[in-house]
């Protein structure tokens, strides 16, 4: 069971149910805002999590007094430090944030493996490559390896988060930290693959596909949120978050054409051992 929680997310949810709830009411922003004796920009704010909860919105929208305890349960959450800030600053960002409270993720690796299937040993080859020359490399590692450790607990217990995870076969040819640490991150994801939760599928070197623009990752939430998708997309020097509905259908049907083109399950599995093995 997940016991962490994501404020990112939950602003973003307490914003959307106040939009809807204005909207049920009958309410234009500009007439909610008089009513309420706020300017447009402050009710705004208010709507996008950018300042705490005010009471008199749930009363001016006639939302019953049941309902309250849990959207002020949603107003503090989004108003929490994330737990991750305990590893300190620099090793986490919205990525986990919004990762804290997934049921699913959909993700596509170009590059490295998915964090949530990093070994301690790739990590630290990974880190120590793109932060060479930083002072404090040997402290940044330290932490991104103990978040890492937090994070894949997420992979375990009775309800744990889904992994669908396609990986370029260059991903595993290429010897990160040496061919010893490779192969026993290649051996890891074989491993991992074997879990009910988690399923790897590798793209063969073989054939050109739309992925190589970019890794990216679907972020999917429990559906008694009612919360779309988030769209994680990752490229040279810069990554996005995306979340309209053109730009969710458009990155599902990228990954449906992948995961199709992706060997099986039974196949990927051998071609990482096989990898392994070299």
């Known amino acids: 069971m997940n016991d962490r929680y994501s404020p990112g997310l939950n602003k973003r949810r307490l914003g959307r149910l106040l939009v809807r709830f204005r ?8 007439d909610a805002a008089q009513l309420l004796y706020l300017s447009r920009s402050g009710l705004n704010r208010l709507e996008t999590g950018g300042t705490k909860i005010n009471v008199h919105v749930l009363d001016l929208y006639e939302i019953g007094g049941d309902r309250w305890p849990g959207l002020i349960e949603m107003a503090l ?16 960002g919205m990525y986990v944030d919004y990762e804290t409270e997934a049921a699913e993720i959909l993700s596509l690796g170009v590059a490295t493996v998915h964090g ?13 490559r793109i932060h060479r020359g930083r002072r404090d490399i040997d402290d940044l590692i330290a932490r991104n390896i103990a978040l890492g450790r937090a994070r894949q607990e997420r992979l375990d217990g009775e309800q744990p988060l889904r992994l669908k995870v396609i ?10 930290g040496g061919q010893d640490v490779q192969a026993g991150q290649l051996a890891h994801l074989a491993e991992a693959a074997e879990r009910p939760n988690i399923d790897i599928r590798v793209l063969p070197l073989a054939q050109a596909h739309p992925g190589l623009q970019g890794a990216f990752s679907i972020m999917r ?6 919360e779309p998708d988030v769209i994680y997309h ?16 458009r990155f599902h049907q990228l990954f449906r054409e992948l995961w199709s083109e992706a060997l099986g399950p039974e196949d990927s599995v051998e071609l990482l051992r096989r990898h392994a093995e070299l």
């Open 221 to 226: 939430f429990p559906r008694d949120m009612e």
């Open 23 to 30: 909207k049920e009411a009958h309410l234009t922003l500009d």
């Open 77 to 92: 959450h989004a108003r929490e430090k994330g737990w991750w800030h305990e590893f300190g600053p620099g090793v986490a």
């Open 234 to 249: 990752q490229y040279p020097f810069n990554e996005q978050f995306l979340d309209s509905p053109e730009q969710i259908s």
């Open 167 to 176: 990986l370029d076969e260059p991903v595993l040819m290429r010897p990160v």
């Open 116 to 128: 949530l299937l990093q070994t301690p040993d790739h990590t630290r080859a990974w880190l120590g």
